[in-house]
């Protein structure tokens, strides 16, 4: 497709399952970045990808996060333990990077709403 | 420390009645400016941004903002607004390689 897919669009878990979302950035965009919405909240930055670079992982609430990209396209959020407090839309975003890092548009999938229950 | 505030969690407009959305920020230097769209079950799309330059900025969908220093603000403004205009609006800010901050966004209901 022509935009960020992610899946699954809902997902409802228990508390202290694993959970991986999924996110397909738009082909050839080299940056790609994943957020938190929680309600009434404004987008909370989790993790950013670009190209080969080390991920800028300073956004990952707790050692349960992780993120990874493979062949430089398709990136896995991984939540380890589910506590309820991870409830949230979970948002992906992709851009070419041009100039700094924030000056590119940044375009995003709909988002994953995740439950813990 | 950096921030951005949108003041309004909720503004109510009347169809065809002018609108304008508020967004303060802290920043040290001039930073990037951003306003997003979040449309019912759609991904944020951007409107416009404002980096150097002119400080009255065009966007799409008949939007438009201004950047003024001396108030540290962005506000988002449209002369006459449309029912497809009901959405999530969010502001962000950021400045050289530092993440994106954004704001809590402000939910705009159009009234028939």
């Known amino acids: 497709g022509a935009g960020v897919s992610q899946s699954p669009s809902n997902k409802v878990t228990e508390k202290g399952k694993d959970v991986e979302l999924r996110c397909d950035p738009i082909?050839?965009?080299?940056?790609l970045y994943w957020y938190r919405q929680s309600l009434g909240q404004g987008l909370e930055f989790l993790i950013y990808?670009?190209?080969?670079?080390?991920?800028?992982k300073s956004g990952l609430p707790s050692d349960r996060f992780s993120a990874e990209r493979t062949g430089g396209s398709v990136s896995t959020l991984t939540i380890q333990r589910t506590q309820q407090e991870d409830s949230a839309v979970y948002l992906c975003?992709?851009?070419?990077?041009?100039?700094?890092?924030?000056?590119?548009?940044?375009?995003f999938g709909e988002g994953s709403r995740l439950t813990v229950l | 420390a950096q921030s951005v505030t949108q003041p309004d969690i909720h503004i109510t407009v009347s169809e065809g009645a002018s609108l304008e959305l508020r967004c303060n920020y802290s920043?040290?230097?001039?930073?990037?400016l951003f306003w997003y769209v979040q449309s019912p079950g759609q991904g944020l799309q951007l409107l416009l941004k404002?980096?150097?330059?002119d400080t009255l900025v065009q966007g799409i969908k008949g939007f438009e903002a201004e950047f003024k220093r001396s108030q540290s603000s962005f506000n988002l403004r449209k002369p006459s607004v449309h029912w497809s205009d009901a959405a999530e609006y969010f502001c962000?800010?950021?400045?050289?390689?530092?993440?994106?901050?954004w704001g809590a966004g402000t939910k705009l209901i159009i009234k028939p």
């Open positions: 990808f670009q190209g080969n670079s080390a991920p800028d």
């Open positions: 975003a992709s851009s070419i990077l041009a100039g700094a890092r924030v000056t590119g548009e940044l375009f």
């Open positions: 962000a800010v950021g400045a050289g390689e530092q993440e994106l901050n």
């Open positions: 920043y040290g230097a001039t930073p990037y």
């Open positions: 082909s050839g965009h080299t940056a």
């Open positions: 404002y980096f150097s330059g």
